[in-house]
């Protein structure tokens, strides 16, 4: 059974930082596009972030793209999200995902394109 394990999530000042890590079998992260997404209440599931398994090639919501670092660990099979200068509207709870067919080195940003799902972490950003 595919598991990914998230942590790292927690409540948060404006303007604070923060990093994410989602941890899973080396089977599934070798080959995988790992991505993170993220829902707010109400809200639909977005793309914030993505890395390629064969380049580690990042992809970037626009809205994050300042402020966000994505980035793999082979060795630990982890993918990390660190986010800075974080706003109330980055409130919402991530979810990190694998892509196990990606092509080649393009970033899927749809949601229908990932296979695996973990639970979820929830981030709060206080004003």
């Known amino acids: 059974q595919v598991q990914l394990v998230e942590s790292g999530g927690g409540l948060v000042q404006a303007g604070g930082s923060l990093r994410l890590s989602c941890t899973a079998s080396a089977r599934t992260f070798s080959r995988s596009t790992m991505a993170w997404f993220r829902q707010a209440p109400g809200k639909e599931r977005e793309f914030v972030a993505g890395?390629?398994?064969?380049?580690?090639?990042?992809n970037y919501v626009n809205s994050v793209k300042d402020r966000a670092t994505i980035s793999r660990d082979s060795a630990k099979n982890t993918v990390y999200l660190g986010m800075n200068s974080l706003r109330p509207d980055d409130t919402a709870n991530y979810y990190c995902?694998?892509?196990?067919?990606?092509?080649?080195?393009?970033?899927?940003?749809?949601?229908?394109?990932?296979?695996?799902w973990g639970q979820g972490t929830q981030v709060t950003v206080s004003s």
């Open positions: 995902a694998a892509d196990r067919e990606p092509l080649g080195d393009y970033v899927e940003t749809a949601v229908g394109a990932y296979d695996y």
């Open positions: 890395s390629s398994w064969s380049s580690g090639r990042p």
